[in-house]
């Protein structure tokens, strides 16, 4: 189903089962979009506006976008580990 | 707990909420615009200048919606990863995550406040989704069985 149907039409709150945390396409996905996001928040660009490129410091302070960094390396963090659990259900599949 | 077989893995639901929420934003943006260039246009021309607005509006409100509707999809598809649990939280924590990077461009202000609404207006809905299907669940009945017929 849909998640953003399930927004309106919530399902019963229940616990994955270990086959459903185990899915590979999603785990993939999660670790490509997390090590993507990280490396766009640890560049300039969400900070730049226009053709020059100029930071406004009074929208984006230093302390504002050293935790946007912060936040992006933490993504990149959790990617590598996704991509080592992705791995690691690809290990299991061919050789258990 | 058993697994639920009936659900596609997040890919497939992630490019399927995206298509949905392209296609219901391009649809409002037909009916919206249209309208506006209608109004906006003079005497003689109004059905040119509703065309011309939806040709011009109605696919960026659609990306728009799209881009809110995927991105939502993908956060909510990652806490339930990162949970292993699947409740009306996820929804909430992914309209956090939602509001927050739509709007990180915007300075830390504008990423605060556009975060807190997107989870709040998500709980709302999620609250709302739970009362309704509450009130329209059939309540349950003791069953009638027949008088026992009398022994001696």
């Known amino acids: ?96 | 707990m058993s697994a639920d077989h009936t659900r596609d893995p997040c890919p497939i639901v992630i490019l399927n909420d995206f298509g949905g929420a392209f296609s219901m934003g391009v649809i409002g943006g037909c009916v919206w615009h249209g309208i506006k260039g209608f109004r906006n246009s003079p005497y003689g021309e109004r059905g040119y200048g509703a065309i011309s607005a939806i040709k011009a509006r109605a696919p960026v409100v659609g990306g728009n919606f799209g881009v809110w509707g995927g991105l939502f999809s993908t956060f909510d598809c990652s806490v339930k990863a990162v949970r292993k649990r699947e409740d009306a939280w996820n929804a909430v924590i992914a309209g956090f995550f939602t509001g927050g990077a739509l709007a990180i461009r915007g300075g830390w202000r504008h990423t605060r406040n556009s975060a807190i609404t997107c989870a709040c207006l998500l709980g709302v809905f999620e609250g709302v989704g739970m009362m309704m299907q509450r009130f329209m669940a059939q309540p349950t009945m003791a069953p009638q069985y027949p008088d026992q017929p009398l022994t001696a």
Not at chain 1, 16 to 35: G, H, K, N, R, Y
């Open chain 1, 1 to 96: 189903m849909s998640n953003i149907l399930s927004v309106f039409n919530p399902s019963p709150s229940r616990d994955l089962a270990p086959s459903e945390a185990d899915c590979l396409p999603c785990t993939l996905i999660q670790s490509v979009f997390a090590i993507g996001g990280g490396i766009y928040l640890n560049s300039s660009l969400p900070f730049t506006e226009g053709k020059e490129n100029k930071i406004d410091f009074k929208k984006h302070p230093l302390w504002w976008q050293k935790s946007v960094r912060g936040i992006g390396i933490l993504l990149i963090g959790l990617g590598a580990y996704r991509f080592g659990e992705v791995g690691q259900i690809v290990y299991k599949k061919k050789f258990e």
